[in-house]
C-alpha cells in the first residue's frame, strides 16, 4: 500500500536572503568594501524545505510568508520551482518578510545581520494538529512547541537540531525535548556545551542516552554518530572542498541525512551521503538554494576521479535513482522580476 503522507513536515520561520561573497575581509566602520559574488533567495526554514525537495521528498511547509514582494518571490520559488507544499503555510496582510544580509568572510564563516519581527502566528497556530508525517525536521528551541508532542504522539519521527543560544548559558531543561525525538543533529560547539563535555565523542555518548540517533557535525572534521535502533557507530571526514558560503551547511546536512535514513541505508551510508551534500552546498551562494539534490550528487560522482573516494562513496551507485531530476537553479545574484498580478477590480 501507497504511503501518501508528507516525508517531511516543517515549520519555523521564513526569511529573506541577500549572501555577499569575495569579501578578504570585514568591513570596518566607515568603509566600503565591494564584493565579486551575491546570491539571493528564500532562507531560514526554507532551507531545509528546498533540501529535502530536491531528494525527491513530499515536503509540507508551514512558515508565514509577508504580503511584500520578498514574501511572493520566496513562496513563488518554494511552491514554484520547488514543488514544495504550502498548505499549512499563511500570507499575513501589513507583515514584512525578514531579511537577512549574509557576509560569508574568508575564514569560512559568515555574519549576519538580519531586520524583521515576530511572525503574526506561531508555530503551533500554523500546525494546529499536525498532519501525519513519516518525518518532521525542527529546530528545537527553550520554549517547548506543542505541536511537537502531537506529531510524536501520531507516529512522526522527529529529527532535531539547535541553534546558537545568545545568553551562553546552554540549559540543559533544552535537551528534555529529546524525548519526543528520534534524531538528534546539533554542532560539535552546541553538542558539547548543552552536555557539559570537553570533546565530540564525549557530547556524543551522552546524547546517545538521551535520544535514539545521535548525530555531532564537526565542520571540516566531518561527523559523528551513533544509532542505538541498530547498534551501528560511524564516524566520517568532511570532503577536501572550495568554500564560498557555508550559509545553511547544516541545514542541508540535515535533509540530506533525513533523505538517506528514509531509504534505510546504514549509518555510515547516511552520514558519508550528509557530509558529501553539505560539503557540496558550500561552493554555491546562499542555503537551500545552494543544496546539490540527486542531480548535484550524480554529477559529483560521474566526474569523480579520486580512488579513495570512489571506494568510500562506492555505495551510491546502487542509491543514485535513475531519475536524478533537472539541473537545480543556484541563488541568483538578482532575483527576476516576478509577473504583474493586477488586483481584482472592486465591485
Known sequence: ??????????????FYDLVLTGLGKPPAPGEEIWTDGMGCGPGGIANLAVATARFGLRTSLATVFGDDYYGGYCRDVLAGQEGVDLSLSRTADGWHTPVT???ALPVHDRALVTHGQEPPYSQDVLMGDPPESRTALVHIEAEPRAWLAKAAANGTHIYAD?????????????????ALCHAFLPNEAEAMAYTRTDSAAAALGTLSELVPVAVVTRGGEGAVAVDQTTGEYAQVPALDVDVLDATGAGD???ASFVAASLGGWPLAERLRFAVLSAGLSV?????GLAA?????VDRWWRSLTDPGLKKAYGFLTDR??????????HAPATPPARPHRPH????
Request: aromatic share 8%.
Open 1 to 14: 500500500m501507497d504511503d501518501d503522507r508528507p516525508d517531511v513536515l516543517l515549520t519555523g520561520l521564513l
Open 101 to 103: 544580509v549574509s557576509l
Open 162 to 178: 539547535v541553534g546558537w543560544d545568545p545568553t551562553q548559558r546552554w540549559s540543559r531543561d533544552l535537551l528534555d525535548q529529546l
Open 252 to 254: 542541508v546536512f540535515g
Open 283 to 287: 561552493g554555491h551562494h546562499g542555503g
Open 292 to 296: 546539490p539534490g540527486w542531480y548535484g
Open 320 to 329: 543514485i535513482p535513475a531519475d536524478v531530476g533537472p539541473p537545480v537553479r
Open 344 to 347: 481584482a477590480p472592486k465591485p
